[in-house]
Structures are given as C-alpha cells and as structure tokens.
C-alpha cells in the first residue's frame, strides 16, 4: 500500500512563503503525475499544479507565477514553492498521486495566510 504525507503547512503572513512537500512511503508502480489540490472551508477541492512523469508542470490560474511544483531526489516526493502568498490560498493541501487506475491522497497539510 502506498500512502503519501504532506508536511510544511503552518501560518504565513501575506506575500511570505511556504514550501510543502509531499512523501510516499514507498515506489509508486506506474506512476503517471503527481498533483497538489487544495480545499477552503465551504469550497470544492481545486487542482493547484501538477508535474508529469517527464517533467512536465501545470500550473492552475491562482498560482501562476507564484507557485513552483517540483520533483525531489526521489522519484517518489514532490515538492510545492508558495511565494507571495495571498489569504485566499488559505486551504487544505493535498498531495495526489496519479497511477495507472489508482489513485493515492495524502491527509492534507492546513495552510493558513493571515496577518
């Protein structure tokens, strides 16, 4: 069984920054693309930005320019920069793993942009 771990969550001010990571705890067989969503109170879930087996990144409009997803040493960690973090980035964020039929969730890491 795979499972994945979000850490690097906690309390920034606005236009500080954040790094998550996300770690599995083990290979993940056939592993197409690893995402980060993210979910605020009373909103639906929403992809952040995604990094593709051959490195390939998407970024969704809101962190655009301000987010950097990346792949760690391992293959099987993923990393998200956050820079210029607004309020509205204030969420849940959840690593997915995308393989083959399977998907993997991470529990989620509370970000929380406040002054």
């Known amino acids: 069984q795979v499972q994945l771990v979000e850490s690097g969550g906690g309390l920034v001010q606005p236009g500080g920054s954040l790094r998550l990571s996300c770690a599995a705890s083990?290979?993940?067989?056939?592993?197409?693309?690893m995402h980060w969503y993210r979910q605020a109170p009373g909103k639906q879930r929403e992809l952040v930005a995604s990094?593709?087996?051959?490195?390939?990144?998407y970024y969704a409009y809101p962190a655009k320019g301000r987010f950097t997803i990346s792949r760690g040493n391992a293959k099987n960690t993923v990393y998200l920069q956050m820079n210029s973090l607004k309020p509205e980035d204030t969420a849940v964020y959840y690593c997915?793993?995308?393989?083959?039929?399977?998907?993997?969730w991470g529990q989620g890491t509370q970000v929380t942009v406040s002054s």
């Open positions: 083990g290979s993940i067989f056939g592993l197409n693309a």
């Open positions: 997915n793993a995308q393989a083959g039929w399977n998907n993997y």
């Open positions: 990094i593709t087996r051959d490195g390939s990144t």
